[in-house]
């Protein structure tokens, strides 16, 4: 796992070596165990259009051997790489079965000599999270290459003079003509959901390369990204017809993801939370080691309705794991939000990302890698959005004088908050209730909106809100249009493992653990369980109001009845209520009158006005104000 970087010049202009430096030093949080750089000066010997760096944490040999970048054929073939290939073994037994030698134990050197064999091939045949670069001297081409779905990050610059890339958008920065004028578009995405997906970022001219993708380049222009992994084309409607059957083979290929992600030659560990999926990755690791596994959870003292650490001992008890809890108040909350703010490229609107990240700091002390279950709830429907279209048609079904003189009244009347079982209730309700007339597609936008229409009086242009909708549904017909056959909840799931998954999710993850040396795998996010999760009819995963169907009945008598049959819970800090009291000072010293109007897009009373609904409990608020203030925040920095 390392932090990788890089500039081609398209012109005679040589490569500074300082540049490099600078974005290596940006990445060495990424990996503090060795940094390397390598110019290309093949030409007059002197100048160099080509530099590579590279941030490395040791996790697979971790000699000297394994340095980066790496080198091969008479330094004919250069890597950066940022991630883990799983299956490397099998690889490197095909290419020395082709006449191919190695001298290293590491997955690095099979990757580079996969890439120098098969070129953009052998990106097919990788089982793992990457982001990497490859160059080949002699050719004086190569290509950057992010994983099927984008676990790993990669960030670039291209224009007529050359390409930039690296894995943080605060290394790419280091460039003195970085161009930092902001993307409205992607500003106005970041406020309306909460994320920024690719290809875009909060720079106008920085790109974020999209899963499942390549860009080759040569020694005088670079091709527009090029897509080599697709999503099965077919779901929902395959040769699958005993669930007993398909329970027993979502195991299998489960049992089978969690082993071939526990490679390492470093300490590994789990991030457990109690909840379905990190305690099916906690069951399996358990089985396959034969070993005391390590587990990680964060709880809260404050504010016990946010706490899972009950849930995540009954897990650790269960398998006898060497169980970590990290125990945190209010101040610790308090304390680690500017750090956090500080450290991103770009501003985040997760505020999950929080606890992420003091999980992470917290699980470095023990272990350098930590599998945990994120994937699940894309693949087996387990957000409560999914839910949403049976309980809006539930609903439509009672008298519509019940409806509008009884239901909707009392939804109206009653305070919406994360931190009450009602509250929550009352805010999903109404968020429901925004979208009744769409289309399941419309719907699932609508609901994963962070920005309420009652909220969009923070914006100085409502008519960008409703613009920025419509181009998300568009995008989101586009995705799966092409998987045939899948009924309403696939095609949904499709579009948030494209889309919204390695936005949101995966880039947070990414952010929170790599702050801190720690390396995350997901297998749920292996391509065999991705395939069979996709090939499962919608009723494998929801049914009667059921989230994870198949999952809670695929574990029965594996995981304890009170794990399986647990209302589902997000990991989350409680932000909203902190924002009611002793983060107030944090937040209005921030998100300023200079602050909000400077990004042209916001205006001062609307978010005034939104601050005002949310502490006196009107309204809740949380998310969106999250996303103001990482945004003033980045804005200010």
């Known amino acids: 796992m390392c932090g990788i970087c890089g500039v081609v010049h398209f012109t005679d202009e040589p490569v500074a070596s300082d540049l490099i430096e600078r974005c290596c030093r940006a990445l060495r949080h990424r990996g503090p165990d060795h940094t390397g750089m390598w110019f290309d000066r093949t030409g007059d010997g002197l100048s160099a259009r080509v530099g590579l760096g590279a941030a490395r944490l040791a996790v697979l040999d971790p000699t000297p051997a394994g340095h980066q970048p790496m080198h ?26 082709a006449g191919e030698s190695f001298v290293t134990h590491g997955d690095t050197e099979v990757v580079l000599a996969a890439c120098a064999r098969w070129g953009v091939k052998a990106l097919s045949r990788f089982n793992g999270m990457w982001a990497l670069a490859f160059y080949d001297s002699l050719t004086r081409s190569g290509f950057l290459s992010r994983d099927p779905f984008g676990i790993k990050p990669l960030f670039y610059t291209v224009d007529a003079a050359g390409l930039c890339f690296a894995s943080e958008l605060s290394a790419l920065t280091q460039a003195d003509d970085f161009d930092r004028g902001i993307d409205r578009d992607a500003l106005l995405q970041h406020l309306q959901f909460g994320y920024i997906a690719h290809p875009a970022t909060i720079y106008r001219e920085a790109r974020r390369l999209p899963p499942g993708h390549y860009l080759d380049f040569t020694a005088s222009a670079a091709s527009d990204p090029v897509r080599y992994y697709e999503l099965p084309l077919s779901t929902g409607d395959g040769d699958i017809l005993d669930y007993s059957e398909v329970c027993a083979r979502l195991r299998g290929v489960l049992g089978d993801a969690v082993v071939s992600q526990r490679v390492a030659d470093v300490p590994i560990g789990v991030f457990l939370s109690g909840g379905l999926d990190s305690s099916i990755t906690v069951a399996h690791l358990s089985e396959a080691t034969g070993q005391q596994v390590q587990t990680f959870c964060v709880g809260y003292a404050d504010e016990r309705s946010y706490d899972e650490t009950p849930f995540a001992r009954i897990v650790a008890d269960r398998f006898g794991t060497r169980h970590h809890e990290l ?21 985040v609107g997760d505020s999950s990302i929080i606890p992420t990240a003091l999980l992470s700091r917290f699980a470095r002390r023990s272990v350098t890698v930590a599998l945990s279950g994120d994937g699940g709830d894309e693949l087996f429907g387990g957000y409560w959005r999914y839910l949403g279209h049976n309980a809006l048609a ?47 597609i419309a719907r699932h936008i609508v609901w994963s909106r962070i920005l309420s229409p009652e909220a969009e009086s923070i914006l100085t242009d409502r008519a960008e809100a409703a613009a920025c909708e419509r181009a998300t549904i568009e995008l989101a017909r586009r995705l799966t249009s092409r998987v045939v056959g899948a009924e309403w ?5 499709a579009f948030d493992l494209q889309h919204q998954l390695p936005a949101d999710m995966l880039q947070k993850v990414d952010l929170a653990s790599m702050m801190h040396s720690l390396e995350v795998r997901v297998p749920f996010l292996d391509p065999a369980v991705v395939a069979q999760a996709l090939a499962m009819p919608s009723a494998f995963k929801i049914e009667r109001g059921q989230r994870k169907r198949i999952l809670v009945d695929a574990y029965r008598g594996h995981l304890p009845d009170s794990i399986l049959d647990r209302s589902k819970k997000g990991f989350e ?20 009158r200079n602050a909000v109007e400077s990004l042209g897009m916001l205006s001062y009373e609307g978010v005034q006005e939104l601050y005002r609904e949310h502490c006196d409990r009107r309204a809740e608020h949380a998310d969106l104000l999250f996303a103001v203030l990482s945004l003033c925040w980045w804005a200010r920095k």
């Open 489 to 493: 909840l696939n095609r949904i799931l």
């Open 573 to 592: 800090v409680p932000f909203g209520e902190f924002l009611r009291g002793s983060l107030a000072p944090m937040f209005l010293d921030t998100v300023t």
């Open 394 to 440: 539930a609903y439509d079904r009672l008298p519509q004088l019940i409806r509008r003189l009884i239901a909707e009244p009392i939804l109206g009347a009653l305070s919406a908050s994360k931190s009450s079982g009602l509250g929550n209730r009352v805010r999903q309700f109404r968020k429901l209730l925004q979208a009744r007339n769409c289309d399941s």
């Open 72 to 97: 091969r054929q008479a330094d004919r073939f250069h890597l950066v790489f940022n991630g883990e290939i799983y299956n490397f073994c099998e690889i490197r037994g095909e290419l020395a079965r």
């Open 327 to 347: 125990i945190v108040t209010e101040g610790d909350v308090l304390e680690a939000i500017p750090l956090l703010l500080d450290h991103l490229g770009e501003p």
